[in-house]
C-alpha cells in the first residue's frame, strides 16, 4: 500500500491507476500491451507514463526489500528500538535507509574499534559532552601502558578516532550536510600533472568551475571522462565565503559553541569534516552527479533512437544496395520488395581502377534484370561518388525510374559480422551482407535495425561512458515500443523483430518463423496457438501487434484485438454492412455514435481506438518517405564556404545541439544556440535524428575536421554589431564557452564527431 501511495505522489496519477497498473505488470503483461490494450484499468496511462511507473515500482521495491533487511538484522542482534525503527520506516530514499543505518553496519577492524576496546570511549564521550576542557590533562587518566596507550598523547589519538567516527555517523547531520553541499558546492578541476596540452579536447576544464548541482549532463560527462584518463583532476569545494559551512553545521548539530571549543576539540572537527565527511560526501554526491548525467544521456541516445526506429520506410520496392568503396570496389546486393537477397556482385568504379563505365553497364544490367527501382547508398568511405555513379545510372535509365537515397550505414557492419547475419547468409561474404543490409533498411528502417544491437547505431551521447546495463535496457525499451507501435507483417517479419512484439522472445520468435517455413503462411491471427509454446497469454500480448495481409479475417490486418472483433461485428451490423464491407467504405462510421457501443465488456477507450482504427484499417503510422538532397559539387569539406546553404539530415540530437550529414564525409554541429530563432532549452524540441532541414554554414575547420551550421535565418550584420556586450562580473564559477568558435562549442561538449 505505501508503494502505490508513493508511485501515485510521485508520478502525479492515483492510487486507482496504480494498483491497476501493477496488476497487469505483475501478471506479465508487457507495457506496449497496457498501453494499447487496457485503457480502462490504467485510465489511458501511455507508454512513457508506464514505463517511468514500472521502472520507479522496481527501485521502490529495492528499497522496501533493503529496508526488510537490515530491520532483520538489527532485531536479530538487539539493536532495534522503537524510535531506531520508526525512522527507518519513514526514510524515503536508500541515502537516508543507509545513513540511519551508518552505526551498526557491521565495520572492517578500525582505529576506532581498537580504541574503544582499549577502553578510550568514557575518554571520547568526555570530551564531547564538555569540549572546553583541557584535553591533555582529561587524557592522563586512561594512560595504561598494558593496552597500549603510552601516554596522554596515544590517549587523544584514539578518543579523536571514536569521535570521528561518532560524528560522521550520525544521519541527520550527513543528510544535512549532503543537502548543503549539493546546493552550495563547486565542482573544481585542474589539469593533472604534465597533462596541460592546448590542444587537448579536455583544455576547457583546466581550470574550470561550477556548481555541482548545475552542470549539464554532457559537460558533467566529459570531465569524468577527463579525470577517468588521468588529464583532469577534480575536487568538490565550498565557494569563497562558505568555506566553513562544513564545520558550522557540525557545531550546530552537536550543539557545540566555537568560541567554548579547546584546540584539540577544534582539530578533531575540522579533521571530522576535511578527512571523512567532505571525502566521503564528495564520492556520493559525484556519483549521484554521474548518475543523473547518464541518466540524461541515455534518455538522449533514446529519443534520438526512437526517432530513427520510426523513420519513414521507402516501402516495398526492389532495391539495389550499395555499400561503397575505394580500393575495395562497391559491394552490389539486390533485394526483392520484401527484402529477400536475390544477387549479388562488386564493382570498381573509383581509384585505383577507374571502371567507372563497366560499372554502369554492370549496374543497368543488375537494375534491367530485377525491375530494380531504389537504389540505397551507404554513407560511408566514397558514398558521394558512389551517390554520383548512382544518379549518372538513372540519368541513362530513364524507363527504370531509378531513385538513389544515401541511407546511414551506422552498425551496419557490426550486423554484418553478426551470428544472425551469419545465420541469414552463410554463403554470402561479410561485405555482401552490409550491403544487404543498407537496401533493406531503405525499404524499412525499422525491421532492419532492430537486427542490431541499438549501442552500435551511433545516434547516442558518451554512449561508452554511461551504466551500460541501464542503456541496454533502456534502448530495449526504445526498440520494443516502436516495434508495437508499428505492427509486425506476421509472413514476411524475421525472428529477430518478432522478438521484439509484445508477449513473445526470441524461443518463441524462432518457433513463428519455424511453423511459417513448415506450414506456410498464417492465414488467420488463431493460427499462432499452433505455434510450438505459444499459450493463451502469449496470444493475448502479441496477437493485436501482428498482421497479416490477405488472410482470411480482414481485421488481422489491423491493430484491433482479437477480443474486440465481436465490438467490430456490432458496429457492421449497426452500419448495415458486412465486416469486409465497413473496413472497405470507413466512412459509414461517420453516421455512427461511438458511445452507444460502450458496454460492461467494452469501455469507452476501447470503442473509440477502434473507431479510429477503422477509420484506416492497417495504416503504417510514420511518415511519408522523403529523401535527402545534397548539394551537387559539394562533396569534401574543402567545397564548403561560410554563408554557403545546404540541405542535410539530422544523424545525432544531444543536449548541446544536432550533427547535421550535408554529404561531406563528416557531420557539422549545429550548436543550440543556432537550432532557432529563438532560446532553445532541449534541442529535441526542434531537431529529430532523420529530419531533412536546412543549414547554413557558419565556419570550417579543414585540420580539425569540423564543421559549425546554423538553422537560424540570416540576419544583417550591423543587428549583431548592436547587440549590448554582456556585461556580467567575472566569476569564479567560469564555464566552458558556449557562444564563441566551434571547436569551443565541441570541447565544452567534450567530444567532436566524425563518419566512422
Known amino acids: 500500500m505505501q508503494i502505490e501511495q508513493r508511485l501515485a505522489s510521485d508520478l502525479g496519477i492515483n492510487p486507482g491507476q496504480v494498483r491497476a497498473t501493477i496488476a497487469l505488470l505483475d501478471e506479465g503483461a508487457s507495457v506496449p500491451f497496457i498501453a494499447r490494450y487496457r485503457k480502462e484499468a490504467t485510465g489511458a496511462l501511455d507508454d512513457t507514463q508506464l514505463r517511468n511507473l514500472h521502472q520507479r515500482l522496481g527501485q521502490l521495491r529495492d528499497l522496501e526489500s533493503r529496508r526488510e533487511t537490515i530491520l532483520r538484522q538489527l532485531e536479530d542482534n538487539g539493536q532495534l528500538s522503537d524510535g531506531l525503527k520508526k525512522e527507518l520506516l519513514a526514510a524515503d530514499n536508500r541515502a537516508r535507509l543507509e545513513d540511519l543505518y551508518a552505526p551498526y553496519r557491521p565495520k572492517r577492524r578500525n582505529k576506532a574499534q581498537e580504541a574503544r576496546e582499549a577502553g578510550l570511549g568514557p575518554l571520547a564521550e568526555s570530551l564531547l559532552q564538555n569540549p572546553s576542557q583541557q584535553a591533555e590533562q582529561a587524557a592522563t587518566a586512561f594512560i595504561d601502558a598494558d593496552k597500549g596507550i603510552a601516554d596522554s598523547d596515544s590517549a587523544l589519538e584514539g578518543a579523536r578516532h571514536i569521535l570521528i567516527e561518532q560524528l ?17 558546492g563547486l565542482l573544481v578541476s585542474r589539469a593533472a600533472r604534465g597533462k596541460a596540452d592546448p590542444d587537448s579536447k579536455f583544455r576547457d576544464y583546466f581550470e574550470y568551475s561550477e556548481p555541482v548541482a548545475k552542470i549539464p549532463s554532457h559537460r558533467a560527462l566529459a570531465l569524468l571522462r577527463g579525470e577517468q584518463e588521468g588529464v583532469l583532476k577534480y575536487k568538490l569545494e565550498l565557494p569563497e565565503g562558505r568555506e566553513q559551512l562544513g564545520i558550522e553545521q557540525i557545531l550546530r548539530h552537536w550543539q557545540l559553541r566555537a568560541a567554548s571549543l579547546s584546540d584539540w576539540m577544534q582539530r578533531t572537527l575540522e579533521q571530522c569534516w576535511s578527512k571523512k565527511l567532505q571525502p566521503q560526501l564528495e564520492t556520493e554526491l559525484v556519483k549521484r552527479l554521474r548518475e543523473q548525467s547518464e541518466d540524461a544521456a541515455i534518455e538522449v541516445f533514446a529519443r534520438n533512437l526512437n526517432d530513427l526506429l520510426l523513420a519513414p520506410p521507402a516501402g516495398s520496392r526492389v532495391t539495389l544496395g550499395l555499400d561503397p568503396g575505394l580500393r575495395t570496389g562497391v559491394k552490389v546486393a539486390v533485394v526483392d520488395a520484401t527484402g529477400r537477397f536475390l544477387e549479388h556482385t562488386t564493382i570498381y568504379p573509383h581509384v585505383p581502377k577507374k571502371q567507372w563505365d563497366q560499372s554502369l553497364a554492370t549496374l543497368a544490367k543488375l537494375c534491367k534484370k530485377h525491375s530494380v527501382e531504389l537504389i540505397a547508398i551507404g554513407n560511408g568511405t566514397a558514398s558521394r561518388e558512389t551517390e554520383q555513379l548512382a544518379r549518372e545510372l538513372a540519368k541513362r535509365e530513364t524507363s527504370l525510374n531509378l531513385q538513389p537515397v544515401v541511407v546511414s ?20 561474404d561479410v561485405s555482401i551482407r552490409g550491403s544487404v543490409s543498407i537496401a533493406r533498411r531503405l525499404q524499412d528502417p525499422l525491421a532492419e535495425l532492430v537486427k542490431i544491437d541499438p549501442r552500435s547505431i551511433g545516434v547516442g551521447q558518451y554512449q561508452h561512458d554511461v551504466n551500460q546495463q541501464k542503456l541496454a535496457e533502456a534502448l530495449d525499451a526504445v526498440v520494443e515500443t516502436c516495434v508495437n507501435h508499428v505492427g509486425v507483417d506476421l509472413n514476411t517479419a524475421s525472428s529477430a523483430l518478432l522478438r521484439h512484439v509484445s508477449g513473445l522472445n526470441s524461443a518463441l520468435a524462432d518457433n513463428i518463423v519455424a511453423w511459417r517455413d513448415e506450414t506456410g503462411v498464417f492465414s488467420n491471427r488463431r493460427q499462432l496457438l499452433k505455434v510450438k509454446r505459444l499459450g493463451p497469454k502469449a496470444f493475448e500480448l502479441c496477437a493485436g501487434f501482428l498482421r497479416i495481409r490477405d488472410g482470411e479475417e480482414p481485421l488481422d490486418n489491423s491493430a484491433v484485438h482479437p477480443e474486440s472483433y465481436s465490438l467490430v461485428a456490432a458496429i457492421a451490423r449497426a452500419a448495415g454492412l458486412s465486416q469486409s464491407g465497413l473496413l472497405a467504405k470507413p466512412d459509414a462510421l461517420k453516421s455512427l455514435d461511438p458511445s452507444s457501443f460502450v458496454s460492461e465488456g467494452f469501455g469507452s477507450y476501447t470503442v473509440n481506438d477502434v473507431f479510429r482504427e477503422l477509420e484506416k484499417p492497417g495504416r503504417d503510422p510514420r511518415p511519408e518517405f522523403r529523401s535527402v538532397e545534397f548539394q551537387e559539387g559539394v562533396e569534401t569539406l574543402a567545397d564548403l564556404t561560410p554563408g554557403m546553404k545546404l540541405e542535410g539530415v539530422v544523424t545525432n540530437v544531444t543536449n548541446f545541439g544536432a550533427f547535421v550529414d ?35 554554414v557558419l565556419e570550417v575547420d579543414e585540420r580539425r575536421k569540423r564543421i559549425g551550421l546554423s538553422m537560424k535565418s540570416e540576419r544583417p550584420a550591423q543587428v549583431a554589431s548592436e547587440r549590448k556586450p554582456n556585461k556580467s562580473a567575472p566569476s569564479r564559477e567560469q564555464k566552458p564557452a558556449h557562444e564563441g568558435s566551434l571547436g569551443a562549442k565541441l570541447r565544452a561538449a567534450g567530444l567532436g564527431r566524425g563518419k566512422k
Not at 554529404?663 to 543556432?674: A, K, M, P, R
Request: no cysteine; charged share 25%; glycine share 6%.
Open 662 to 696: 550535408i554529404g561531406v564525409h563528416q557531420d557539422g554541429l549545429v550548436h543550440v544556440s543556432e537550432l532557432a530563432d529563438r532560446f532553445v532549452s532541449d534541442p529535441h524540441d526542434v531537431v529529430s535524428s532523420g529530419q531533412i532541414v536546412q543549414v547554413r
Open 168 to 184: 560522521s555517523e550520525a544521519a541527520d547531520l550527513v543528510e544535512s550536510l549532503r543537502k548543503m553541499l549539493w546546493q552550495y
Open 409 to 428: 550505414e551506422a552498425g551496419a557492419s557490426v550486423y554484418s559480422a553478426s551470428e544472425l547475419a551469419a545465420k541469414e547468409f552463410p554463403d554470402l
